[in-house]
């Protein structure tokens, strides 16, 4: 380790993730490492003539964030092609898709993204069928919730604007990340973004076999490109599980930027659609789920995979699915004490059983929650569904990260980005102080976490998500230097005006990789 320090930090509140408490202090920094944490002043020993010393009065000094579930597929079709967002007409749609065609190769789909869904309303495939013929073009939406395409688009990848889901324009995906003049530069810019933002690492779904996006990440890896530690799953989409690829993926990827971190796939889906698979039938219909779910499947699959050693993260909605992936992880290898040896997670845990919530704590099995999920809500509108939906009597266990919390399980964040885009100061006035955007009357503030705590599962829990508490996660002497500085002290600001820090720095691997100082 280097003698002197090469970045000094000076701040009125650093925060460790090893104690929940800040305090006033120094946090040195020298070869891509946490030379020294520790209250007060930097000692001058530290200090040479080469060192840059930072004095942040009273932001907040924090271990960097992981976003354990994020999709940059998703984000990059949302993307990709031509930008539609100013278009007033189907016409100008069409025209500015034209233009963009003209531009690549004739063998190529023409794609393009952002036309607003209250301006346009495309009718039928004739006017894409005219214009672009045999060569598939997709035009999605903003937020890719719906699309306008052709038939040639339709009998190529298999899905309709009916059905214009991930899970079903998955197909397109190659044509995208293998894209290397839009997919490299995009991929940068979204590391920017993510930087901005304090994340530091992502546990990234979705790069499997059908596309090279691999091989992207290790040219980038090899070449010190890298300003995101990508931990990637596979989440095997419209074909089997493929153990053999995990293996290749973790023997293949060993190195500080890139792991391979298993395996995800979804169980059930929204309460509000009645796709939540729920323990007890829905209010008004006689059913507990409205989608049809392989659960001799997901169970077979978590097993084999537990056996090779990999992690597996299930997505559950609804407290029926909860406990059947805590009924399948209960199959699973178990250490003496009865914890997982492979750290599963669950992804989401929208609406849970308490009793659950127990179990999976002395499971060990890990919670991968979405703090910011009431962002894209309304205080109203919710109430509302869950009311029709489940009865407000059962929603009080929605969104419960606290019994999750007190129950002992292990906590970590993500935002299943595009749906959400990370903003930890965003969450904390969400799931600390139970806002919806609106503000107003909190919801459920029984079932919301304090600030450390969120923290903690930002940063510590992230890391152990991945499997790098003993590298990441934490500010200690000897770890990573990956950090974030909020604009602010995060534990002075009053939680309703959270929303009002950004992040003014941040460091990957020792290195300032964004700064607004």
């Known amino acids: 380790m280097a003698d002197f320090a090469e970045i000094v930090l000076q701040s009125d509140c650093i925060f460790t993730a090893a104690s929940p408490q800040p305090f006033a202090g120094h946090v040195a920094v020298a070869e891509g490492r946490l030379l020294a944490v520790g209250e007060g002043p930097c000692p001058d020993a530290l200090i040479g003539g080469g060192t840059q010393v930072l004095e942040l009065g009273s932001r907040t000094v924090c271990p960097g964030f992981s976003d354990v579930h994020c999709f940059f597929t998703g984000y990059a079709v949302g993307l990709a092609g031509a930008d539609l967002s100013t278009a007033v007409s189907c ?68 899905f309709t604007p009916e059905t214009c889901w991930p899970e079903s324009y998955w197909r397109l995906l190659p044509d995208v990340l293998d894209d290397r003049a839009f997919i490299v530069p995009e991929f940068k810019r979204y590391m920017k973004m993510m930087n901005s933002r304090g994340v530091t690492s ?21 070449a010190g490109e890298l300003t995101l530690r990508v931990n990637f799953m596979s989440q095997s989409v419209g074909h089997p599980m493929d153990l053999e690829f995990g293996k290749e993926m973790r023997d293949r990827f060993q190195g500080d930027f890139v792991r391979f971190s298993g395996y995800n796939q979804m169980t059930d889906g929204s309460i509000s659609q009645l796709c939540g698979e729920l323990k007890e039938p829905y209010r ?66 929208e609406f849970t059983d308490p009793a659950d919530l127990e179990r999976m704590g002395r499971l060990g099995a890990v919670a991968e929650v979405y703090p910011q999920i009431q962002s894209i809500a309304d205080r109203a509108g919710k109430l509302a569904m869950i009311e029709e939906k489940i009865g407000l009597d059962r ?22 980005l595009p749906l959400l885009i990370d903003d930890i100061p965003q969450s904390v006035y969400h799931a600390v102080g139970g806002y919806f955007p609106e503000g107003g009357q909190p919801f459920n503030p029984q079932n919301t976490l304090t600030v450390a705590e969120l923290l903690t599962a930002w940063t510590l829990g992230g890391a152990y998500d991945l499997l790098r508490e003993e590298e990441l996660g934490t500010l200690e002497a000897g770890k990573k230097a990956d950090i974030a500085v909020l604009s602010g002290d995060i534990f002075a600001t009053p939680v309703e005006r959270a929303r009002e820090l950004t992040v003014d720095l941040t460091l990957v691997d020792g290195r300032i990789v964004h700064s607004t100082l």
């Open 395 to 416: 929603g009080r266990y929605y969104w419960n990260r606290r019994k999750m919390a007190d129950s002992g399980v292990p906590l970590s964040c993500g935002t299943d």
């Open 284 to 349: 008004y219909a006689d059913t507990t789920c409205a989608q049809p779910i392989d659960w001799e499947q997901l169970a077979a699959d978590a097993r084999a995979a537990d056996a090779e050693g990999f992690r597996f993260s299930l997505h559950a909605q609804g407290d029926g699915a909860v406990a059947k992936v805590l009924d399948i992880y209960e199959t699973c290898r178990r250490n003496g004490d009865g914890r997982l040896v492979n750290r599963h997670a669950i992804t989401d845990l």
């Open 91 to 158: 016409e100008e749609a069409v025209g500015l898709a034209k233009a963009h065609a003209s531009l690549i190769p004739a063998d190529r789909p023409v794609l393009g993204h952002g036309w607003d869904s209250a301006k346009l309303s495309p009718q039928g495939t004739q006017a894409l069928d005219d214009a672009f013929g045999d060569r598939p073009a997709v035009l999605f939406a903003q937020g890719c919730e719906t699309c306008w395409m052709n038939r040639a688009a339709m009998d190529r990848y298999q």
């Open 202 to 222: 992502v546990k990234e779904m979705g790069f499997d076999r059908f596309c090279r996006f691999p091989d992207l990440l290790e040219e980038l890896e090899r």
